[in-house]
């Protein structure tokens, strides 16, 4: 049972990630709100202390942060996204199942 449960989150993974909705900046919104969650970050590393940065490459890598951010919010916007439209089947069927049940 486990093996099988483990087979599943894998090819739900797969899925989200080869999701062209998940990389879309114009229609998937948390892309920009993983953008600005991340930006305060460089900010922070950059406005005050530009020399420091400037002599190390290590600080470089803070430049990314918003990008981290944005695709890992965008992935969880389309998980979101998929989990919702998947509830809904559910909702559906269980409604045409109690519709079918009342009628006889």
């Known amino acids: 049972m486990r093996k099988r449960l483990r087979v599943v989150k ?3 993974l797969k899925k989200l990630f080869t999701e062209p909705f ?3 900046i114009f229609k998937n919104k948390y892309i920009w709100f993983g953008f600005l969650i991340g930006l305060p970050f460089t900010l922070i590393c950059f ?3 530009f020399n420091l940065c400037v002599t190390n490459p290590l600080h470089w890598l803070y430049l990314s942060v ?3 951010f944005a695709f890992i919010f965008g992935c969880l916007g389309t998980f979101k996204i998929m989990k919702e439209a998947e509830s809904d089947s559910y909702r559906m069927l269980y409604r045409i ?3 079918e049940a009342k009628e006889k």
């Open 66 to 68: 918003p990008l981290i």
């Open 10 to 12: 894998r090819l739900r």
């Open 22 to 24: 998940t990389y879309n």
């Open 97 to 99: 199942k109690t519709k």
């Open 47 to 49: 406005v005050p202390h």
